[in-house]
C-alpha cells in the first residue's frame, strides 16, 4: 500500500488549500484514514480523520468549522479541505491508513500501518 500526498505549498493567512492523499496498491472498506500534522519542534498531531465505512469524521478542536475531510471511494482519494488557515498550521501535513482501526484510535499515531510522505503547507502572516 502506498499513499501519496499532493497539494501543500504557501497561502497567506485566511487562505484556503486542499491537499489530496492517493492510495495504491489495495483498497480497504473499514479502518481509519486520518490526517495528522507536524510542525518543527513539536509532535505529529492529528488533525482529522474519517471512517472509511459509516463515515464519521472527527476533528482536532484546533481546525474544527475550518477544516473539512472527505473521501473518494472510486478514486481510493482522501481530501483535506483547509479554509480560513492561520500561521499556526504551518506544518507538514500527513495523511495516514489503518486498516483496522476502530473510532476509538482514529487519533492515534501509533494505530496507523501506513503514512505518505507528507505535503508542507505554510501559511504567512
Known amino acids: 500500500v502506498q499513499l501519496v500526498e499532493s497539494g501543500g505549498g504557501m497561502v497567506q493567512t485566511g487562505g484556503s488549500l486542499r491537499l489530496s492523499c492517493a492510495a495504491s496498491g489495495r483498497t480497504f472498506s473499514e479502518g481509519n484514514m486520518a490526517w495528522f500534522r507536524q510542525a518543527p519542534g513539536k509532535e505529529r498531531e492529528f488533525v482529522a480523520g474519517?471512517?472509511?465505512?459509516?463515515?464519521?469524521?472527527p476533528y482536532a478542536d484546533s481546525v474544527k468549522d475550518r477544516f473539512t475531510v472527505s473521501r473518494d471511494y472510486a478514486k481510493s482519494t482522501v481530501y483535506l479541505q483547509m479554509n480560513s488557515l492561520k500561521p499556526e498550521d504551518t506544518a507538514v501535513y500527513y495523511c495516514a491508513l489503518s486498516p483496522r482501526g476502530i473510532l476509538s484510535t482514529i487519533r492515534v499515531p501509533s494505530s496507523y500501518d501506513y503514512w505518505g510522505q507528507g505535503t508542507l503547507v505554510t501559511v504567512s502572516s
Open positions: 474519517i471512517r472509511l465505512r459509516g463515515g464519521s469524521t
